[in-house]
């Protein structure tokens, strides 16, 4: 047993009507597509992990439905006027609407994921500035001149480009952030002409239900978007749409391959996930240090691509942040989400969880120790610190996506740099050292997609570019560069006629070469 996991009451089971149950959380329909709500049948259940109680049920599509969920958007990006202020206007609305309504959400959100109330709280609040973000990205759209008079062959030319949107947007998003990873897909999406069809995942689809309530409510055409959990076979057929222009997914590098090889050449946005490690310098500040590993290695219970999971700490620093660690780790609450002095909850399953306790088995097997935790109750699993980890153990090299973290002393700061970089993955990493040299050593040197200084891997703001090198991903999110990979420039060139001559003034110099 955990000796912090303070259990709360089973909650109560969703109402035997799967519609009542909806309802219940103020959610019209267990899928939308079409232009309208689906309200039977709804068969695939959604649960609590903490205790398995059935949240609620949603309907599951099949591929005929999911086709005509495509063929309906694609008519909407087609024939519906929606000019930019009014998408502009509807994400302002949007981004309002879940402000208002943030303690509703939350509790959607806590209650299908792994997120404490706290947690769900905070991710609430990040989606309605995800929004507010998507809405103030108009301006990129508004394109720019073509420098035709820089050029002899440009004589009798003039000309500009406009954004326009790429069609159709397969988004695909996964459980452990329910809301805000949805709006991230979706706001740069609708703010640039698009529409989508989003696959929520499978154990988490109220949060993305719940957000496109508020986006209807808010102003948005009614078959601009669909919303359907799918499985395998309809999901294969959702990326492989000729009518789908893109897809923006964020999972695992597996599935990433599978989307890849489903689509084929079109454009694609990835968030591959993570093996986020920080270093802790000669200079660095310790104490500073751990208190932001902890913090970053078991927040939604080590579940965020930007996980801390590596730690490289110089020798002289070792001993003293190996025990501050372990003790703020041990002052961790694990238990209930639904109890406000929770800090950690628990995975998003006993399968999860049961697969963590292995990959920490197996290193302990090959000569690590526990300095503490490596506890499992069901789904919960205690925040976990490994030392005299081996290089090659899978919490080393592979992305747990759990509460764990390994701590391993360099000498050499060069070796700690190389030993960061000796993953396939490259999301994010964290220094903390005092000397600007050294950091910018880090920044040349590590490939990864952000490296922070004095600040450890487990930070972003929604309007940065955001993603990694190697295997974690492909292209950059953060809303205005998801606006620009999700639209694409349209050439406007016009060639000038003297209206008395009727011919065109442009000089006899080039031709229409390419």
């Known amino acids: 047993m955990l000796a912090t996991t303070t259990h709360a009451p089973p909650a109560v089971r969703a109402p035997r009507d799967a519609e009542d149950a909806l309802r219940a959380l103020g959610i019209p329909g267990g899928g939308y597509a079409e232009g309208a709500w689906i309200r039977q049948p709804l068969t695939l259940e959604v649960a609590d992990p903490e205790d398995d109680t059935v949240v609620a049920a949603v309907h599951e599509a099949d591929e005929a439905t999911m086709l005509r969920a495509i063929a309906a958007v694609d008519r909407s990006v087609r024939d519906d006027a929606w000019p930019l202020w009014q998408r502009r206007e509807t994400l302002e609305r949007a981004a309002h609407l879940v402000r208002e309504e943030a303690s509703r959400i939350a509790g959607i959100v806590s209650r299908e994921s792994s997120k404490t109330i706290r947690e769900a709280t905070r991710e609430v609040a990040r989606a309605a500035e995800t929004l507010r973000l998507s809405a103030a990205a108009s301006h990129l759209l508004e394109g720019e001149t073509l420098a035709f008079e820089d050029t002899a062959r440009g004589a009798g030319r003039v000309g500009w480009n406009r954004r326009v949107p790429l069609g159709v947007v397969a988004a695909i998003t996964p459980f452990n952030d329910p809301l805000n990873l949805v709006a991230h897909k979706v706001g740069p999406a609708l703010i640039a002409g698009d529409g989508v069809v989003l696959k929520p995942a499978r154990v988490t689809p109220l949060s993305a239900l719940a957000l496109l309530d508020v986006l209807l409510r808010a102003g948005m055409p009614p078959q601009r978007m669909a919303v359907l959990v799918a499985d395998r076979a309809a999901s294969t057929v959702l990326v492989a749409d000729r009518r789908v222009a893109a897809v923006s997914f964020t999972g695992g590098p597996a599935t990433g ?62 001993e003293r942040l190996v025990a501050d660690v372990v003790a703020r780790t041990r002052a961790l609450v694990v238990g209930s989400k639904r109890d406000a002095a929770t800090d950690v909850g628990p995975m998003i399953s006993r399968r999860e969880a049961e697969r963590v306790e292995r990959w920490i088995d197996e290193a302990v097997d090959a000569g690590a120790h526990v300095a503490v935790g490596g506890e499992r109750d069901g ?27 390994t701590i391993t002393p360099f000498e050499d700061v060069e070796d700690a740099l190389a030993q960061v970089d000796d993953t396939e993955y490259g999301l994010q990493a964290g220094i903390f050292t005092a000397s600007m040299s050294l950091a910018m050593r880090a920044v040349e040197r590590l490939q990864v997609g952000s490296v922070l200084v004095n600040e450890t891997s487990d930070f972003r703001i929604d309007s940065m570019p955001f993603g990694g090198s190697k295997r974690s991903g492909v292209g950059r999110e953060g809303v205005a560069d998801a606006v620009l990979a999700l639209s694409e420039p349209r050439n406007v060139i016009l060639t000038l006629v003297d209206p008395v001559a009727g011919s065109s003034t442009q000089g006899d110099v080039g031709g229409a070469d390419a």
């Open 257 to 318: 391959d599978a989307i890849a090889r489903a689509a084929g050449a079109r454009p694609m946005l990835m968030e591959l996930g993570g093996n986020n490690a920080v270093i802790v310098a000669a200079d660095g500040d310790a104490a500073a240090a751990a208190a932001g590993i902890v913090d970053g290695a078991f927040g939604v219970a080590g579940q965020n691509c930007l996980s801390v999971q590596r730690v490289f700490v110089h020798a002289s620093h070792h």
């Open 379 to 405: 789904a919960f699993l205690s925040p976990t610190v490994l030392l005299d980890v081996p290089r090659d153990a899978r919490v080393q090299r592979e992305e747990v996506f759990g509460p764990v973290v």
